[in-house]
């Protein structure tokens, strides 16, 4: 080989590749900047733990733990949190991220609309209970947009249990209705 076809840095007689250097010293400046710079081959990490301040999480990549860094990926941001804002569940209505609230989801969000009427009637909806949106429009939480249905029924079809079960619903919802003579029948 004439000098002409070997790689410039002193010492090394591989054959060229680009730049007038061979493949490994050409490689060496692509990703490192600089030909002389050698790291250890493996997985060779210099943090142990991610390096966003609080956090104990074993390092993944770039410094950060896996969740820091997904959050990079998405929002250019690691502090970013899921409670910020509003949601649109794929049927449109619009989800708030409160995981310790009584009616959360496993996932800690609440339907907006369910706590809107859940503040209106004062108590918690019970899972057999469904909010409906009078004019369609999922996304339109006013109170006077939303009517509280059921969908519970008595499992029997013998008259004693529809009473019973009529006045369940009446104590639920309308106990002025009840006076002393209906609570004795049951």
Known sequence: MNDKNICRVPECLKKLKARGLCAMHHKRLKVHGDI??????GSFSKYKHCTISGCKKPHTAKGM???????????????????????N???????????????????????????????????????????????????DNRIENLELWSKAQPAGQRIEDKVKYALEILELYAPQYLGSSARRIA
């Open 36 to 41: 002389a710079k050698v790291l250890p081959r």
């Open 65 to 87: 733990c896996q969740m820091h860094y997904r959050r990079v990926a998405l929002y250019d941001a690691p502090e970013v949190v899921k409670s910020i804002g509003y949601y």
């Open 89 to 139: 569940t794929g049927e449109k209505y619009i989800e708030l991220f409160l995981p310790n609230h009584p009616m959360a989801t496993k996932r800690g969000t609440v339907l907006e609309h369910r706590l809107v009427m859940a503040d209106h009637i004062g108590r918690w909806l019970k899972p057999e209970e469904n909010v409906h949106h009078k004019n369609g429009n999922k996304q």
